[in-house]
């Protein structure tokens, strides 16, 4: 049973485009929605991360858009560039559990 | 701060044969977590131990056993590898279970 959809699975984008990657979710009891990002041969590392009560969270060019009434949150990429190419994963978690990830999605910027 | 550290990097290992995987973290976290990344599944949790001395299973546990060494060291156990445990395993770990992840660099785990 899948907690977190992503979409899409795969993401090819222009540089300066602006990549944009969506999440949805069911369980009302997640209160906190982290987005990380891996680069090949590398973990995940958290990237910016927002909780239900703003609807948006801006670090640099990242931004987490939040709908709460719609239980979807997506990352927004502004001038995205060859460096931002990795694979971003939304998680989300309720209470004191861990976090559940969506199944990633690898973005590719070409130049 | 060596942060989230796991060996080995890479293994090759037979059908039927058994190995540890091994994780260790400086941060003082009390929580820590073994994950395995297959392409197209995303991260799925194998085990965690939400803190010293407790673990419990994750979403696909079958296979494994998990021990908590102690608050550094948790460590992931196939005792008769199958190739459907061909995988990058993830060890991270956490303040509690409600906070930010860290991972380590990962283990590529080839079974044949």
């Known amino acids: 049973q899948q907690q977190v959809k992503q979409s899409p699975q795969s993401l090819i984008v222009q540089k300066g485009g602006i990549s944009i990657i969506n999440c949805a979710y069911e369980n009302t009891a997640f209160d906190y929605f982290p987005w990380y990002q891996q680069f090949p041969g590398k973990g995940p590392a958290l990237l910016i991360a927002?909780?239900?009560?703003?609807s948006e969270k801006k670090e640099g060019r990242f931004t987490i858009s939040f709908n709460k009434s719609a239980k979807q949150f997506s990352l927004h990429i502004m001038d995205s560039q060859p460096g931002d190419s990795a694979t971003y994963f939304c998680a989300a978690r309720g209470g004191n559990t861990p976090l559940v990830f969506g199944k990633g999605t690898r973005l590719s910027v070409i130049a | 701060n060596a942060g989230v550290t796991q060996t080995p990097k890479f293994q090759v290992l037979k059908t039927g044969q058994s190995m540890t995987l091994q994780c260790a973290q400086d941060m003082n976290h009390n929580s820590m977590y073994w994950y395995r990344q297959d392409p197209g599944m995303g991260l799925r949790l194998i085990y965690y131990?939400?803190?010293?001395?407790?673990?419990d299973k994750g979403e696909v546990p079958n296979g494994y056993n998990v021990s908590r060494l102690n608050k550094r060291e948790f460590s992931l156990r196939l005792e008769s590898a199958a190739p459907s445990q061909t995988s990058v395993y993830f060890c991270?770990?956490?303040?509690?279970?409600?906070?930010?992840?860290?991972f380590g660099p990962g283990t590529r785990l080839l079974v044949l």
């Open positions: 927002i909780r239900p009560d703003v």
């Open positions: 131990s939400a803190s010293e001395g407790t673990t």
């Open positions: 991270a770990s956490s303040e509690v279970p409600s906070e930010t992840q860290y």
